[in-house]
């Protein structure tokens, strides 16, 4: 269990959650703002459209903020759609708009729409002029958004700033929620630990004595039967230290106590010795064993612990395996890595277990794995192993048939 990369996932979850809400409520206050300065907007334009209006139709001249402003800019409209008035800055503004027109004619009240202009866009309001209660003509009055939309990018610049702020305190938050969160399942491990490795070590002691007493036994025994029975028991209490041995070196991986060599060495010796190791329990059980791999390949990394992963691939691999199968060790160098392949032609691994089958005490085939005594962590510690040398495991089901796993080991050059 790797409580570092829990504590990161934790950390990034908070920190991605309060992103959300930030830009969730950054993008909330760029609207709102960006609506309010609309809203005034139109009121504003409302104001000099009927000032404008009030001009024309001869009531006065009332100074309006298109004169001498090229931000600003209007046009009139006779009922028929003819313009009879407008001036220098209209066109640039995108005056007329006539469909903006047609609508305030028809709905008989103050329009107002954003439009494409020349100039860029522009903000319209089209407001009915009335003589003697009766509609003569439409005043449109727009103004360039040039302003509004430098106002807005000014406030995103403003928030930019404020939210990666904010981004950088929930991270320091979120670790620190994130370590408190942590901290009781650290301690429970520990404890988890600490007691796995001891009543190993306690186990290891009456289980050596349990074998000394049963071979003096079995060599003083003469009824075959009798023989028989202490030889299942030497056989189990060699499957029991396997276990022990295996829990230890658990133990020693999670506390970071395992010694891993980082050096460079030859891999075609290492994958031969693995390979003979079990040469006499494939023949035995009908199942062939075949290497091809280069001689010439140097890996980085401990070759101790290299062999113990392949003998653990090749022990998963014999135990699924049939008579008359064949169990294939291959490699090569991809890139900054060597790549060491065990490939098997029994029934493969189902899609529903491949995420899992590294997980500790986890088996693909329960019934079968009991048979055999394996405890399910063969595959854990030699994914554990490979990742200790700077490499990783991976399984996979062959394109033809059969479990593919794959481990990869940083590549040395030849000194």
């Given at each position: 269990?790797?409580?570092?990369?829990?504590?990161?996932?934790?950390?990034?979850?908070?920190?991605?959650?309060?992103?959300?809400?930030?830009?969730?409520?950054?993008?909330?206050?760029?609207?709102?703002?960006?609506?309010?300065?609309?809203?005034?907007?139109?009121?504003?334009?409302?104001?000099?459209?009927?000032?404008?209006?009030?001009?024309?139709?001869?009531?006065?001249h009332r100074k309006t903020?298109?004169?001498?402003?090229?931000?600003?800019?209007?046009?009139?409209?006779?009922?028929?759609?003819?313009?009879?008035?407008?001036?220098?800055?209209?066109?640039?503004?995108?005056?007329?708009?006539?469909?903006?027109?047609?609508?305030?004619?028809?709905?008989?009240?103050?329009?107002?729409?954003?439009?494409?202009?020349?100039?860029?866009?522009?903000?319209?309001?089209?407001?009915?002029?009335?003589?003697?209660?009766?509609?003569?003509?439409?005043?449109?009055?727009?103004?360039?958004?040039?302003?509004?939309?430098?106002?807005?990018?000014?406030?995103?610049?403003?928030?930019?700033?404020?939210?990666?702020?904010?981004?950088?305190?929930?991270?320091?938050?979120?670790?620190?929620?994130?370590?408190?969160?942590?901290?009781?399942?650290?301690?429970?491990?520990?404890?988890?630990?600490?007691?796995?490795?001891?009543?190993?070590?306690?186990?290891?002691?009456?289980?050596?004595?349990?074998?000394?007493?049963?071979?003096?036994?079995?060599?003083?025994?003469?009824?075959?039967?009798?023989?028989?029975?202490?030889?299942?028991?030497?056989?189990?209490?060699?499957?029991?230290?396997?276990?022990?041995?295996?829990?230890?070196?658990?133990?020693?991986?999670?506390?970071?106590?395992?010694?891993?060599?980082?050096?460079?060495?030859?891999?075609?010796?290492?994958?031969?010795?693995?390979?003979?190791?079990?040469?006499?329990?494939?023949?035995?059980?009908?199942?062939?064993?075949?290497?091809?791999?280069?001689?010439?390949?140097?890996?980085?990394?401990?070759?101790?612990?290299?062999?113990?992963?392949?003998?653990?691939?090749?022990?998963?691999?014999?135990?699924?395996?049939?008579?008359?199968?064949?169990?294939?060790?291959?490699?090569?160098?991809?890139?900054?890595?060597?790549?060491?392949?065990?490939?098997?032609?029994?029934?493969?691994?189902?899609?529903?277990?491949?995420?899992?089958?590294?997980?500790?005490?986890?088996?693909?085939?329960?019934?079968?794995?009991?048979?055999?005594?394996?405890?399910?962590?063969?595959?854990?510690?030699?994914?554990?192993?490979?990742?200790?040398?700077?490499?990783?495991?991976?399984?996979?089901?062959?394109?033809?048939?059969?479990a593919l796993l794959r481990?990869?080991?940083?590549?040395?050059?030849?000194?």
């Amino acid at each position: 269990m790797n409580l570092n990369r829990i504590k990161l996932r934790l950390t990034l979850g908070y920190v991605a959650v309060f992103a959300l809400i930030v830009f969730f409520l950054m993008a909330i206050a760029v609207v709102g703002f960006s609506r309010e300065l609309v809203i005034q907007q139109d009121a504003l334009l409302t104001q000099e459209a009927r000032h404008q209006a009030a001009n024309l139709l001869g009531r006065g001249h009332r100074k309006t903020l298109a004169e001498g402003s090229d931000q600003y800019g209007w046009a009139a409209l006779r009922t028929g759609g003819r313009v009879f008035a407008r001036d220098r800055s209209a066109a640039g503004l995108g005056l007329p708009a006539r469909p903006l027109a047609e609508k305030t004619l028809e709905n008989g009240r103050v329009v107002s729409a954003t439009v494409d202009a020349p100039r860029g866009q522009a903000r319209v309001v089209s407001l009915p002029m009335r003589s003697s209660g009766r509609i003569v003509g439409v005043v449109q009055y727009a103004r360039s958004l040039d302003e509004m939309h430098r106002t807005v990018r000014e406030l995103v610049l403003v928030l930019l700033p404020l939210g990666i702020g904010a981004l950088g305190l929930a991270a320091l938050g979120g670790t620190y929620m994130a370590g408190r969160a942590v901290r009781p399942v650290r301690e429970a491990f520990e404890r988890q630990r600490t007691f796995i490795a001891d009543a190993s070590h306690e186990l290891r002691t009456p289980l050596t004595l349990i074998r000394a007493d049963t071979e003096v036994l079995y060599r003083g025994l003469e009824d075959s039967g009798d023989r028989e029975l202490a030889a299942d028991v030497l056989a189990e209490t060699d499957r029991m230290d396997e276990m022990i041995s295996d829990l230890l070196l658990v133990a020693r991986l999670d506390a970071g106590k395992l010694p891993v060599e980082r050096g460079s060495f030859e891999l075609a010796p290492v994958i031969r010795d693995a390979v003979e190791r079990f040469d006499r329990r494939a023949g035995s059980g009908g199942v062939r064993l075949e290497v091809d791999a280069p001689e010439d390949l140097v890996a980085g990394g401990d070759p101790t612990r290299t062999g113990q992963i392949l003998a653990a691939l090749l022990d998963n691999a014999l135990v699924y395996t049939p008579r008359g199968g064949t169990v294939t060790v291959g490699a090569r160098r991809r890139g900054g890595f060597v790549e060491i392949t065990v490939r098997d032609t029994g029934p493969g691994i189902p899609n529903e277990h491949l995420p899992h089958v590294f997980d500790r005490f986890y088996r693909v085939d329960k019934a079968r794995s009991r048979a055999r005594g394996g405890a399910g962590l063969g595959l854990s510690i030699a994914r554990d192993l490979a990742r200790a040398q700077g490499g990783d495991l991976e399984a996979t089901n062959a394109p033809e048939g059969g479990a593919l796993l794959r481990l990869t080991l940083p590549a040395a050059d030849v000194s």
